[in-house]
Every structure is written in structure tokens, then in C-alpha cells.
């Protein structure tokens, strides 16, 4: 499963993890990916989207026929 969201294109993080000793080892932090169906009425069709759980809170604010308006203007297939 990719770590990206379709709505925002938010992916994965990197870093280091740094120990007592100061040691550094790659880390990275994961997006909170959720994969949801949303009713799209204009085309009578359900659509799974895979979002963060920030991109679900901008679909319940501007509507899932706006957010899939946007997903297809970033060239990403739905």
C-alpha cells in the first residue's frame, strides 16, 4: 500500500531516530492513510479514495464532487 494521499499528495516523512548515545538511524513517519467509498451523484457511482485523515476532513468541507474535481486536475485517475 503507498503512503499517499490522492487529495493533498502528502507522503511519507524521513528523519532519524536518535538514541541515549546519540546514534542516528533513518526513520520515517507515515501519513494516517485511510481508504473510503464516497457517493459521487454527478457520475451514480460509488469511488474508494485513499485519504488522510486531514483530506477526509476537506471532503466533508467542500463536497466529494469538488475533491474529486481536484484529485483529476493533479492528473490522478479516479
Known sequence: ?????????????F??????????????WNPNIQHRRFWLPSEDRFVRLTLSTRAIKTVDKIGVEAAVARIRARGEKV
Not at 528523519?15 to 546514534?23: A, D
Open 1 to 13: 500500500m503507498s503512503a499517499h494521499c490522492q487529495l493533498t499528495g502528502t507522503g511519507p516523512v
Open 15 to 28: 528523519g532519524n531516530n536518535i538514541s541515549h548515545s546519540h546514534r542516528r538511524t533513518r526513520r520515517r
